[in-house]
């Protein structure tokens, strides 16, 4: 061989090798996915196959009416949420994202992922329940989700939540409630002292999906009458009044009984006055005399007025009887006067 054709052999090979090399480092990246929970916008891959350690990798995004931007920029982990701080992306939009992987300045195809609607397809997460026993009922507390961008109230103005709970160990027989739209309310008509469990879902009108389920969390009722210490409180006072009760009672025992039942012991003349018949003639006759006829006359009593002048015959005649002050009855029986008087004012007014 001349060293001519050694050249030329080396050359040929490394120059196929050289761009073995090249293709192998283009590799795509692998099982590339894109999703949304609480309205971030999350793209994930698997590096090339037979991927260098230095491999970089860079994101793009758009929308349905925009061009792509760049999302991240020669990042070595596998995984760039859009959603993060120098990237905007808006709540109603439908996001289409893609990755390329570098080495040096060899770059590997864009692989794309999507489209995503955020506010239609992002998984809602759970709420956050808190519970507060109060006699036989729980009050709960809903905390919402927090989102990446905006807030669930703003996006989803019908939110509501499906509130479900069971007996602790029943939850076979669990009850829901659902369209519950405040974020505090009371279960009530629970059992006293029993342990209860409550899961939340939101539901919203624009998202077909509704959110994950909060895990539940469980508590148990207390008594009745309301927290442990003011059932304490009541019980005591009633106990005291009870027994206050109870000495005076017993101390003022005679006292009581003479002033309830007395055993009124007349003396005994005056028992003799008082059940004696009535001897007094006056009362003899109240109580025999029939019912008196009231007896009565007509009494016709005229109103005159000065004032308006001498037209009235009665005036003019200065009979004193026509002065309307005068009521007249007659005396039938003594003690009986009855007077009938029949005012006929208008009429004597006129004359
Ligand atoms: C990103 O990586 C490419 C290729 O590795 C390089 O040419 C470019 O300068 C890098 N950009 C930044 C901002 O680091
Ligand atoms: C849920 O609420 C509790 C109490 O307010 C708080 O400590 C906890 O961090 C919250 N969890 C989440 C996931 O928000
Ligand atoms: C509420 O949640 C319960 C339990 O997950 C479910 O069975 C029920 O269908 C839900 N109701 C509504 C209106 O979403």
């Not at 070595?76 to 893609?98: F, K, M, N, Q, R």
């Not at 998984?123 to 009922?137: K, Q, R, T, Y």
């Not at 109230?153 to 027989?173: C, E, H, P, S, V």
């Not at 008509?189 to 959110?211: A, M």
Request: negative net charge; contains cysteine.
């Amino acid at each position: 061989m001349s060293p001519a054709t050694v050249a030329s052999f080396l050359l040929s090979a490394s120059t196929l090798c050289g761009a073995a090399v090249v293709v192998a480092a283009l590799n795509t990246p692998r099982n590339v996915r894109l999703t949304s929970t609480n309205m971030d916008l999350v793209l994930r891959w698997d590096p090339p196959e037979g991927a260098a350690s230095d491999l970089v990798y860079t994101t793009k995004y758009k929308t349905s009416v925009t061009n792509y931007e760049v999302g991240c920029l020669n990042i070595s982990t596998l995984e760039c949420d859009h959603s993060s701080p120098g990237i905007s992306i808006y709540e109603y939009a439908t996001y289409t994202v893609a990755v390329q992987a570098q080495l040096g300045t060899e770059s590997s195809a864009w692989v794309e992922a999507g489209p995503i609607k955020l506010d239609r397809d992002t998984i809602i997460g759970s709420p956050n329940v808190s519970l507060f026993p109060n006699g036989a009922a729980l009050e709960i507390s809903i905390e919402d989700p927090v989102f990446k961008i905006s807030a669930l109230r703003d996006i989803y103005n019908f939110a509501t939540y499906n509130i479900t709970y069971w007996k602790d160990g029943q939850q076979d027989k669990a009850q829901s409630i659902s369209n519950i739209q405040q974020n505090r309310m009371v279960l009530n008509y629970l059992e006293p002292l029993t342990k209860y469990c409550v899961q939340v879902q939101i539901n919203t009108k624009w998202n077909p999906k509704p959110s994950e389920p909060s895990s539940p969390v469980c508590e148990t009722t207390t008594s009745e009458a309301g927290a442990p210490w003011e059932a304490a409180v009541v019980t005591f006072v009633l106990m005291s009044m009870a027994v206050a009760l109870v000495v005076v009672a017993v101390f003022y025992h005679k006292r009581i009984s003479h002033f309830l039942c007395p055993k009124g012991d007349l003396p005994q003349h005056f028992k003799e006055d008082l059940l004696a018949p009535p001897n007094s003639p006056i009362l003899f006759a109240m109580r025999n005399s029939l019912p008196l006829e009231e007896i009565y006359h007509q009494v016709s009593i005229i109103a005159s007025d000065k004032s308006t002048g001498g037209g009235c015959p009665q005036e003019a005649a200065g009979t004193p009887a026509a002065n309307p002050l005068i009521s007249q009855g007659e005396r039938e029986e003594p003690g009986k006067l009855r007077a009938a008087m029949k005012l006929s004012g208008s009429a004597d007014r006129s004359c």
